[in-house]
């Protein structure tokens, strides 16, 4: 289907709509990133904006990965991968995103082939300054849950509020106010 041109009325829609979509999708709501989807849906199919579609529902699968629902947003990217162009800064987050959905998963494999195509492809976005800060951003991003990987089981001691009372009880018993 050829573009058909947004009236003004359909403009303002996707600018109020566009910020709140990825403001719930970080958030992880889902609920209000489908309702957000559902509205955009009705306006860019009927105007052939199907790969503005899927920018807008890479936000809506990022917002199951932050709702925990990894499975789902998986789908959803490979979904998003397989109905654009590679060499579009859409495929370019659905595949970064990917990543960070399989780095949850613990499945390191899958995570890092994606992980080298975002940095190698990273041409796809046109302008040198929007590249380097998307490149900062996304090795920051891989950064971050890098991390959050490798400390997931730290901490995780199981407590008991019992054990605890008899082990504070012992300290206020066996050591005065400096040794505490």
Excluded: W
Excluded at 103 to 124: F, G, H, M, S, T
Excluded at 140 to 149: A, M, Q, S, V
Aim: charged residues 30%.
């Amino acid at each position: 289907m050829a573009l058909k041109p947004l009236t003004s009325s359909q403009k303002e829609k996707i600018n109020r709509l566009a910020p709140s979509l990825k403001k719930a999708a970080a958030d992880g709501d889902i609920n209000l990133a489908k309702l957000i989807i559902s509205d955009l849906k009705d306006l860019l199919n009927n105007t052939g904006r199907s790969t503005k579609l899927m920018e807008y529902k890479c936000h809506l699968f990022e917002a199951y990965m932050e709702a925990g629902d990894i499975d789902f947003a998986i789908t959803g990217f490979i979904g998003i991968r397989s109905k654009i162009a590679k060499n579009t800064r859409t495929y370019l987050e659905a595949t970064s995103l990917l990543a960070i959905c399989y780095i949850r998963k613990i499945d390191i494999d899958k995570a890092e082939p994606l992980i080298k195509e975002v940095l190698q492809n990273d041409k796809v976005i046109k302008s040198e300054e929007r590249r380097r800060i998307f490149r900062k951003n996304i090795i920051e991003r891989f950064d971050e849950e890098g991390t959050l990987f490798a400390i997931k089981d730290l901490g995780y001691d199981n407590l008991n509020a019992e054990d605890i009372q008899n082990e504070a009880g012992s300290v206020l018993q066996n050591l005065n106010e400096d040794e505490i």
